[in-house]
């Protein structure tokens, strides 16, 4: 069966990008539009990963990976964060937070599944 991906931004474009790269590779992907919506499918539904930004709107991506952590079911979650945050004090904070990897935006799909492969085997 197809891992399941969440993609947690709130610019529609850029989920679809993030969605078609995942999708094509065989993914199965689930979308959000920002941390609270996202927090919301964490329902005891499996999901295997999430690619996450930083700056949204209700929750960023930092307050949604604590919250997500929190949960003991999703203890374990690997999250990519995918932002346009390039600062050392940035990607201390999410891996803090307990994001497992960080990628900054602009990006290709190529880089992304491989960071994707790697997080999610």
Do not use: H
């Not at 539009?33 to 929750?59: F, Y």
């Not at 690997?78 to 497992?100: D, F, H, N, V």
């Amino acid at each position: 069966m197809a891992k399941t991906i969440m993609i947690v931004d709130d610019s529609s474009s850029l989920r679809q990008v993030v969605k078609m790269a995942l999708e094509g590779a065989g993914y199965a992907t689930l979308e959000a539009g920002d941390g609270a919506a996202a927090l919301a499918l964490l329902d005891g539904r499996t999901i295997d990963m999430v690619v996450c930004d930083v700056n949204m709107p209700r929750m960023n991506g930092i307050e949604f990976v604590k919250a997500a952590k929190a949960l003991p079911k999703y203890k374990f979650l690997p999250i990519l964060m995918l932002t346009t945050e390039s600062q050392e004090s940035k990607k201390e904070e999410g891996r803090a937070a307990g994001a497992k990897a960080w990628m900054v935006k602009p990006f290709s799909p190529a880089s992304l599944l491989n960071a994707v492969s790697k997080l999610c085997p």
